[in-house]
């Protein structure tokens, strides 16, 4: 007698953990988890197709891993191969100029990360105010005020070193 699939909830979940330990066994475990998730989310939006046979149900999911797994894989050869040719087309002087901006990037991890990512939003990935407010699906007057704080409390911690520094010792 075969069985019937009549819930697709079901039968992801009782799959689940066997598509689990599937993706351990190939990638590292902190990608199978998320590989887990996207495979559900895919079976479960395609699930019209789902076979009703459970053990071609079974298959049918570990094919949609077994997918899965090979887009994870050409994401990743991918980001490889972007990152080695980046390497290679840095100037040798990036180090040096890298321990420049050290002090900003402290000042900035410092802020509250709301704060934080508005100005990062800003300086580094150069989005406009008003483009930040979509980002971060905040009201634009919200970020504008929250950006004119963060840059205060920026200028008073970049500050702050420059003040102590110019104090002499304490003579008593």
Same mark, same amino acid.
């Given at each position: 007698m075969? *069985?019937?699939?009549?819930?697709?909830?079901?039968?992801?979940?009782d799959n689940?953990e066997?598509?689990? &330990?599937?993706?351990?066994?190939?990638? %590292?475990?902190?990608?199978?988890?998320?590989?887990?998730?996207?495979?559900?989310?895919?079976?479960? &939006?395609?699930?019209?197709?789902?076979?009703?046979?459970?053990?071609q149900?079974?298959?049918?999911?570990?094919?949609?891993? @077994? @997918?899965?797994?090979l887009?994870?894989?050409?994401g990743?050869r991918?980001? @490889? *191969?972007? *990152?080695?040719r980046?390497?290679l087309?840095?100037? $040798?002087?990036? =180090?040096?100029g *890298?321990?420049?901006?050290?002090?900003?990037?402290?000042?900035?991890?410092?802020?509250? %990360?709301?704060?934080a990512?508005i100005?990062?939003?800003?300086?580094?990935? =150069?989005?406009t105010?008003?483009?930040v407010?979509?980002?971060? $699906?905040?009201p634009?007057s919200?970020v504008?005020?929250h950006?004119?704080?963060?840059k205060?409390?920026?200028?008073?911690?970049?500050?702050?070193?420059?003040?102590?520094?110019?104090? =002499?010792?304490?003579?008593g």
């Open positions: 075969v *069985a019937v699939v009549t819930d697709a909830a079901g039968v992801l979940g689940a066997d598509l689990l &330990r599937y993706f351990r066994r190939r990638v %590292p475990t902190q990608d199978a988890a998320d590989l887990l998730a996207e495979t559900l989310m895919t079976a479960w &939006r395609r699930n019209r197709l789902l076979p009703s046979n459970t053990d149900a079974r298959a049918w999911l570990f094919g949609i891993a @077994h @997918h899965v797994l887009n994870h894989r050409r990743e991918r980001r @490889h *191969a972007l *990152a080695d980046l390497r087309s840095l100037p $040798e002087q990036a =180090g040096a *890298a321990d420049e901006g050290l002090e900003v990037r402290d000042a900035i991890e410092r802020l509250e %990360p709301r704060l990512e100005v990062r939003l800003v300086h580094w990935e =150069g989005f105010l008003a483009q407010a979509v980002v971060v $699906e905040l634009a919200t504008r005020n950006y004119q704080l963060a205060a409390e920026l200028r008073s911690m970049l500050l702050e070193p420059a003040r102590t520094s110019s104090v =002499g010792p304490l003579t």
